[in-house]
């Protein structure tokens, strides 16, 4: 089942931050964040596993609440580079290999 | 290091025809997925293969259908296709497959037509 992703969109200035939440109905195995500029393929930024291994860019923040079937996405002092559409996939315990994507929320940062 | 290549970049295909993409993966990866992107939606599960074996597949009519080939690149297959068909398919790749546990790096993909 295809994980929720909030907010749908989010507008900011340079130097601002946001969070991202991505949840989903069924325990995971794993969660995948990626951020997709128009035209272009979708770039990697985080893994989070079930256990609490992580890897993924240095300048990228997010946690993983296995309880909660949720992570979230922090982005922090806000970058024009960071606009694009960010995606959470997550892998359910009953589906193996699968990654389900949310529909993606729109982050625009503004001068 | 070269990233997951895909071809053709673009193609245009009729109602009915059968399209062909390949993929080739990152060197030393081994497992390979494939995702649907309709336009402004968000990415769909195709396929994965590992080790030469379908290890899974999501939710898509037996039409859709690939392979891997002993050197881990891919190929997908869509037969009798159909107008909803047209969108961007994207190949990623990641290192032996633990399930999802690898981080999967994507392709430029391919983006196809149907008339």
């Known amino acids: 089942q295809q994980p929720v992703q909030s907010p749908q969109a989010v507008i900011l200035r340079e130097g601002e931050d946001a969070v991202i939440n991505c949840s989903s109905s069924?325990?995971?195995?794993?969660v995948h964040w990626y951020r997709q500029k128009h035209g272009e393929a979708p770039v990697f930024l985080m893994i989070l596993l079930k256990g609490g291994e992580q890897k993924g860019h240095e300048k990228i923040s997010a946690s993983f609440n296995e309880k909660k079937q949720q992570s979230s996405l922090y982005l922090t002092a806000s970058q024009l580079s960071y606009s694009g559409t960010y995606f959470c996939?997550?892998?359910?315990?009953?589906?193996?290999?699968?990654?389900?994507f949310g529909a993606g929320t729109q982050v625009v940062v503004t001068p | 290091e070269a990233g997951v290549t895909q071809s053709p970049t673009h193609l245009i295909k009729t109602r009915g025809q059968q399209a062909t993409l390949r993929c080739s993966p990152i060197?030393?990866?081994?497992?390979v997925y494939w995702y649907q992107q309709a336009l402004g939606l968000g990415l769909q599960f195709l396929l994965w293969y590992d080790e030469g074996e379908e290890r899974n597949r999501g939710n898509f009519p037996p039409r859709f259908s690939g392979r891997q080939f002993p050197n881990y690149s891919s190929e997908l297959n869509v037969n009798a296709l159909e107008l909803e068909d047209s969108a961007l398919y994207l190949c990623?790749?990641?290192?032996?497959?633990?399930?999802?546990?690898?981080?999967?790096?994507f392709g430029p993909g391919t983006r196809l037509l149907v008339l």
């Open positions: 060197s030393g990866h081994t497992s």
């Open positions: 069924k325990a995971l195995y794993s």
């Open positions: 996939g997550t892998e359910t315990v009953d589906s193996w290999g699968k990654l389900q």
């Open positions: 990623a790749s990641s290192l032996a497959g633990q399930g999802a546990r690898e981080t999967q790096y």
